[in-house]
Structure formats: C-alpha cells, structure tokens
C-alpha cells in the first residue's frame, strides 16, 4: 500500500478528542508463576549466544570476511539424487493422485525399514522399534518428557548441551554452582588425561546416562571395549542409556562400532538416536529418527517403547513426508548412499587440514579422525577468552569449550562444516595470529 493512503487510513482511524476513549495503558502482568526450572538455567543456550556475538562482531567490523568453523550447521548442498526425489514427490501433492496429508506419526514404513536394513544391518533391530522425527535435539527433549522429572541422569563432560539443558527445564537437577555443575547431574569426566572415557568403576547409578560417540565436542568415537563396558555397567545398575550416534558416518574403516547395538545386551539398556542432519545435509531439511528396542523395559515391566510411541503421538504429528522421501533416496541405493558418503569425504578432508594446521602449531588437538569436529587446548586459558582473540585478531568463528561443560574450560572446538576454500584460508589467518 503506498505511503500516502496509508496515511489517509489512519486519518480516517483517528477519533475526535472529545469522543477519544480515555484508556490508560500500563505494564500488566498475568497471575501464572513462571517456571521454576527456567530460572536455573545459568545463560543463553549456547549457539544462540555464538550467533549474537557474531552478529555484533559484524556491526564492530562491518567489511571483515567473517569465516564460521563454529556451529555445526552443513554447508555443502544435498546430492541431486536425494533433491530430485524430493521435487517429484512435491510437485505430485499439487495432484490429486499425488497428495497425501497427515502420515504415520512414527514415520513412512519404507523409511523405517530402510533405516534398519542399511543403518543396523545384522543387529536385530526391525522396523517396528525405529521412530522417524524431526532431528535428534527433537528427541531429546521428547525422551525427557518420557522419563520425566524424578529420574537421575549422568552425562559426559565435556557433552552436548541440550541433554543437561532438557534435564533442568524437566525438574531433574538442582541448581548449578560456581562450577556450572547442576546439583542432580553425574558429570562423567571425559578428557584426554582418560582416553576421553570415564572411570565407570567412580560414577554413581543414575536411571538414565546421556552418551554421544563420536562425542560433539571432542571427536573422540568409542572403542568396542568402552562401549561394552557402558554397556555392562547399565545393565549392572538397572540404568537406561541413552546414545547418540548423530555422527557415526564420520567413523573411519571397521573396527569402531557405530551404533551401540553392535554390542551385546545392548537392546535391553539402549535407546539410540540419530540425526540426517550431518550425513545428508538435513540441518535445514530436518530428519532424524531413535530407536527404541522391544526389549527394554521399565521396572514394573512395562515396554518403554509403548510409553514413546505414546509420547510422539501425542507430541508430534510425524516428520515432513518430503523429508522422509529425501531421507529415503539417501538410503534405498547404492547411488544415494554413495553420494552421501561423499559429503562427507569432504567434510573429512577439511579435519585433516585443520588437525595438520593446529599440530603444526604446536597445539594439543585431539578429534577429526572420526568426526567433523576438532578439540583444541589452549592450556592456562579460559574458553570465552580464546574464543574472543580468535574472532578479533582473525574473524573466524569457534566454539569455546566450557560451552559444553566444566571439563571443556580451556579447549576450543572447531568445526570442519565449510567449504575447502574456507577452511584453508581460515587455517592461514590461525596460523598467522597463533604462530
């Protein structure tokens, strides 16, 4: 609408003074107490707060070429072969033969049992126990509602943020203290001094234990052996374990297991989940899926499985059929698989580049074998702090590591996610402020 009838719209709306309701408008707030669980929350969640200090990096330095090796979002577009399928399947909802509205809330059967076939080949999952979703952070947050407030979890430190976040917007934890430990939570110690593995034999029972391999932040993917002892010392407690295997792609030949499953008496302690975000490039496509095997169960017997399906169909309205029919395409042929799998052979090359980049800079790095993510120590240094020189000296964007808990104060994580163009002259900037 151009300006000037906009004005005149507003004339029109305008009441004489005598005939002007006197209405006095104020600051009013509603009588519902605020959740109390939302005030522990001790800061921002942690990406939210990456992006804001970029955006203002940007305002300070408005012509800087700004080089993200930070949040873990895709940059390399979806192979043809997965997109196409997508666009056929989009363009015959505008038929009448081709639409289809609401589908099953555990997802598209042939997605299901594409998943277990190729995913989990030879490890008894079918494709009743796998649950399509939005992404594996969607997950969590469901699995969390499933367990609800009373259980006790323990996490790995350093570890992903959303598992200890969704646990404190639950009602599962205290408050945190000075060191950023929330009351309630089992910080499982995870660092180099370790083998980035805890000392199972020094943790406490909890009902539910959070266990990413490869791990987001450190790149460390568990051996056989450490999976099966976390395996056993579940099953030994009674403990659920809840792994996430988002970038189990990225593990390398094989002799390290991808997914818990591979170990036995896995099925009657584990809930896995998993995402297409870092394989296919789904981060904005959203997919993911968790698989809940028929044997596990609660204490009274009850099927834990039946519990979650009841929680997605009450929660969720079942994944984007368009995604599901790219997430499909990666899956059902060689073609698509392969295709994937290159994505990823990219990505992997960018973690040879950075990892050589930091060793020659005389830097302890850890992670990039198996992951996209390399863990940098900066010994005698806080995280934010090394963060912060890092984006003004050379405007390029990490993750500082005591985002991801106490045990990452002092490490930095760097993201392989970026073209090899910007990933190289990322590597040159570091080298020049670092060296």
Same mark, same amino acid.
Do not use: W
């Given at each position: 609408?151009? @300006?000037?009838?906009?004005?005149?719209?507003?004339?029109?709306?305008?009441?004489?003074?005598?005939?002007?309701?006197?209405?006095? $408008?104020? !600051?009013?707030?509603?009588?519902?107490?605020?959740? /109390?669980?939302?005030?522990?929350?001790?800061?921002?969640?942690?990406?939210?707060?990456?992006?804001?200090? =970029?955006?203002?990096?940007?305002?300070?330095?408005? &012509?800087?070429?700004? *080089?993200?090796?930070?949040?873990?979002? @895709?940059?390399? /577009?979806?192979?043809? $072969?997965?997109?196409?399928?997508?666009?056929?399947?989009?363009?015959?909802?505008?038929? /009448?033969?081709?639409? %289809?509205?609401?589908?099953?809330?555990?997802?598209?059967?042939?997605?299901?049992?594409?998943?277990?076939?190729? $995913?989990? #080949?030879?490890?008894? *999952?079918?494709?009743?126990?796998?649950?399509?979703? &939005?992404?594996? %952070?969607?997950?969590?947050?469901?699995?969390?509602?499933?367990?609800?407030?009373?259980?006790?979890?323990?996490?790995?430190?350093? @570890? +992903? #943020?959303?598992?200890?976040?969704?646990?404190?917007?639950?009602?599962? @934890?205290?408050? !945190?203290?000075?060191?950023?430990?929330?009351?309630? $939570?089992?910080?499982? =110690?995870?660092?180099?001094?370790? !083998?980035?593995?805890?000392?199972? !034999?020094?943790?406490?029972?909890?009902?539910?234990? +959070? +266990?990413?391999?490869?791990?987001? /932040?450190?790149?460390?993917?568990?051996?056989?052996?450490?999976? =099966? %002892?976390?395996?056993?010392?579940? =099953?030994?407690?009674?403990?659920?374990?809840v792994f996430d295997s988002a970038y189990s792609s990225y593990v390398s030949g094989d002799q390290l297991p991808r997914s818990i499953y591979e170990i036995p008496g896995a099925r009657e302690v584990a809930i896995e989940i998993s995402s297409f975000s870092k394989f296919a490039g789904f981060t904005g496509v959203r997919l993911g899926w968790a698989v809940v095997p028929d044997e596990l169960l609660y204490a009274d017997g009850t099927s834990v499985a039946r519990d979650f399906d009841r929680v997605v169909c009450t929660t969720f309205n079942g994944a984007s059929s368009v995604a599901q029919v790219g997430g499909l395409a990666c899956l059902e042929t060689e073609e698509g698989r392969e295709a994937v799998r290159r994505v990823v052979a990219k990505y992997k090359e960018n973690t040879r580049v950075l990892v050589d980049t930091f060793s020659a800079l005389g830097k302890e790095v850890y992670g990039g074998d198996d992951s996209p993510y390399v863990w940098v120590r900066f010994p005698g240094q806080r995280s934010w702090d090394v963060f912060g020189e890092i984006l003004e000296k050379t405007h390029v964007i990490t993750v500082p590591g005591s985002g991801f808990g106490p045990g990452g104060e002092g490490f930095i994580r760097v993201s392989a996610f970026n073209s090899k163009e910007k990933v190289v002259e990322a590597c040159a900037r570091l080298t020049s402020f670092l060296a």
């Open positions: 609408m151009p @300006t000037n009838m906009i004005s005149k719209v507003f004339e029109k709306a305008v009441l004489p003074l005598d005939v002007a309701p006197a209405v006095k $408008i104020t !600051a009013s707030r509603t009588s519902v107490r605020r959740n /109390p669980n939302m005030e522990k929350l001790r800061n921002g969640y942690l990406f939210p707060e990456i992006s804001m200090r =970029r955006e203002a990096h940007q305002k300070k330095y408005p &012509d800087a070429k700004v *080089i993200s090796l930070g949040i873990g979002d @895709t940059t390399e /577009p979806i192979p043809s $072969i997965i997109t196409s399928a997508m666009a056929e399947y989009s363009l015959a909802l505008s038929t /009448p033969e081709g639409y %289809q509205g609401y589908g099953p809330e555990k997802g598209q059967k042939s997605l299901r049992k594409a998943i277990a076939e190729k $995913i989990y #080949p030879n490890m008894g *999952i079918t494709d009743t126990e796998v649950f399509i979703s &939005d992404g594996a %952070q969607c997950d969590i947050a469901r699995l969390q509602m499933l367990f609800g407030r009373d259980v006790t979890i323990a996490v790995q430190d350093p @570890t +992903f #943020p959303g598992y200890v976040d969704t646990g404190v917007i639950m009602g599962q @934890t205290g408050g !945190a203290g000075e060191s950023g430990r929330y009351a309630g $939570i089992e910080y499982m =110690r995870c660092a180099p001094e370790n !083998a980035f593995f805890p000392d199972l !034999a020094t943790v406490p029972r909890t009902d539910v234990i +959070f +266990f990413c391999s490869p791990n987001n /932040p450190t790149g460390h993917a568990a051996s056989r052996d450490q999976l =099966r %002892q976390l395996v056993d010392f579940a =099953r030994g407690n009674g403990s659920i374990v």
